[in-house]
């Protein structure tokens, strides 16, 4: 998890939730239709999401990169699948900013957007 804060209050003083291990994870990845948990998508109405659909899928990375914890990360998201749509994505910047930063640790080529 990337630990620097922000002096100021407010979402981009979280800590982005970036799983050391990502790059090498073997875990199961999630699949099919799914629900995410009201911790990374509390707002109405509730809401399936199929991971077959780009759309979706692109949503719900959306989702789990700004609200989710390093489990949800390694549980929703491909590393393969999360470099071909990190230009489409929208994030806010501190979540980007956090993420390019891994990727260049990891020299993981990705476009800077």
């Not at 979280?14 to 998508?41: E, H, M, Q, Y």
């Amino acid at each position: 998890m990337v630990s620097s804060r922000s002096s100021n209050l407010g979402p981009a003083s979280r800590p982005v939730a970036i799983p050391d291990d990502f790059a090498t994870t073997t875990c199961d990845k999630a699949s099919g239709v799914i629900r995410l948990p009201n911790r990374i998508r509390w707002s109405d109405p509730d809401l399936t999401f199929d991971l077959g659909k780009a759309a979706d899928r692109r949503r719900v990375y959306e989702l789990v990169l700004v609200e989710g914890s390093e489990e949800d990360v390694r549980h929703y998201v491909s590393l393969a699948e999360l470099t071909t749509v990190w230009g489409e994505i929208f994030l806010p910047t501190y979540v980007r900013a956090a993420w390019q930063e891994w990727f260049v640790a990891h020299h993981i080529d990705v476009a800077s957007c």
